[in-house]
């Protein structure tokens, strides 16, 4: 667990690193502009009917209004309560430039703290593989009293390993919680001024369909390396952002899912494939109100989704709501009478309102679809039970 930490850490930066790779090339690219721009291709103002020449650039840091201003939007003297910050176009260059390197630095520092980071772990488990694991050949040369010393310290090891994992994990999942935050806070996904190339889409979308095939046969960790690579290459890559929330969910990382699948919903708010994902995890987290906020909003954009109408009921099942639940599953089975899951749900909701032939009728309809149906099995002998006393 630890150690796929620190390989996610290293995964983290290694993108930094490349973003470094392409904020360098977005350099040479805007060289290029610029030489264009020296042509004939300056940048004309595209406030109201303007058509001159920017002119000046507003830098400051709380200013609200457009910052690249014509002659004629000048006239309006719209900065001047912050004229020290306007500029010549001119300076731009300089500024991106400069930005450029704070940005290099900046990933630069990151990268260094996470290097100690690794150092030290390695340290770490460098000296628990030396005290704590020994080689069977080394063991004839080994006196009875090193033997001894070496039997005592190997039984408090059994003892100090519950502690030494809850340690490393939990601040191992602190450090990955920092991560996911910062990258939300800082909305590192919303931003129009990137062009992904098309041949780092292609690459994208095809290790995408890598890591759908390897999640369809259930290699959800290998999915995940798999998927975060094609989101290096297309952050934008609402499949595998959401592809990745799903392995995530299947390794009951529910709220590492979530957090996942905000990134997608803070872009495309109606993705539905996002929506249903976030609400299966909160369904998981038994936090149903919550589940059945976002199933509504599936339900908003398709009313006919029958495993969102089923959830739904699932959800209202477990708030002991048994007829409003009833009500939704039976939607679901209007649009397909043969739904397992609905039919099962049912049942279990008129066991609970005492109703137990009615629920014997319905989950028997459930397991003449699927006899092995454990849920609907369950629930059966319960009725069953129930019915003799
Ligand atoms: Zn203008
Ligand atoms: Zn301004």
């Not at 609200?64 to 014509?70: G, I, S, T, V």
């Not at 690794?118 to 488990?125: E, I, P, T």
């Not at 919680?177 to 001024?193: A, D, G, M, V």
């Not at 095939?213 to 798999?226: G, Q």
Request: proline letters at 2%.
């Amino acid at each position: 667990m630890p150690v796929n930490n620190i390989i996610v850490f290293n995964n983290y930066f290694q993108q930094k690193q490349d973003n470094k790779i392409r904020t360098q090339i977005s350099k040479l690219d805007l060289q290029n502009k610029q030489m264009g721009q020296q042509g004939n291709q300056k940048l004309k103002c595209q406030q109201d009917d303007h058509q001159d020449d920017i002119e000046t650039i507003c830098y400051n840091q709380f200013c609200q209004d457009f910052r690249l201003n014509c002659f004629k939007c000048n006239k309006r003297k719209i900065h001047l309560d912050h004229s020290n910050d306007v500029e010549k176009i001119n300076s731009l260059i300089g500024f991106i430039e400069n930005t450029n390197k704070v940005c290099d630095n900046l990933i630069d520092d990151l990268n260094s703290y996470v290097e100690n980071l690794n150092q030290s772990f390695s340290q770490l488990k460098r000296g628990i593989r030396l005290k704590y694991s020994i080689q069977k050949e080394r063991l004839i040369n080994l006196s009875s009293k090193q033997l001894h010393d070496y039997l005592n310290s190997t039984i408090t090891l059994i003892e100090y390993k519950q502690s030494v994992k809850q340690i490393i994990s939990a601040q191992a999942k602190k450090l990955t919680h920092t991560f996911n935050n910062l990258y939300e806070q800082l909305q590192l996904l919303s931003f129009n001024y990137y062009q992904v190339d098309s041949s780092s889409i292609k690459l994208s979308e095809d290790l995408y369909d890598k890591g759908f095939d390897l999640f369809l046969k259930t290699n959800y960790s290998e999915a995940i390396d798999i998927l975060d690579m094609s989101i290096q290459f297309n952050p934008k890559n609402y499949l595998s952002l959401g592809c990745k929330g799903a392995c995530l969910r299947k390794l009951n990382k529910y709220e590492d899912a979530i957090s996942w699948l905000n990134k997608i919903l803070s872009i495309n708010p109606k993705h539905i494939f996002s929506i249903l994902e976030k609400g299966k995890c909160l369904r998981l987290l038994n936090q149903y109100e919550d589940a059945i906020i976002w199933l509504d909003q599936a339900l908003a954009i398709d009313p006919k989704h029958v495993f969102s109408l089923s959830q739904k009921g699932e959800c209202l099942r477990m708030l002991k709501k048994y007829e409003e639940a009833i009500f939704w599953l039976d939607q679901a089975l209007a649009i397909d009478p043969k739904d397992v899951f609905s039919l099962s749900e049912k049942g279990a909701c008129l066991r609970q309102l005492n109703k137990y032939e009615d629920a014997i009728c319905w989950l028997d309809q459930a397991l003449a679809i699927n006899p092995k149906h454990v849920f609907a099995i369950k629930i059966k002998e319960f009725c069953k039970q129930e019915l003799s006393q």
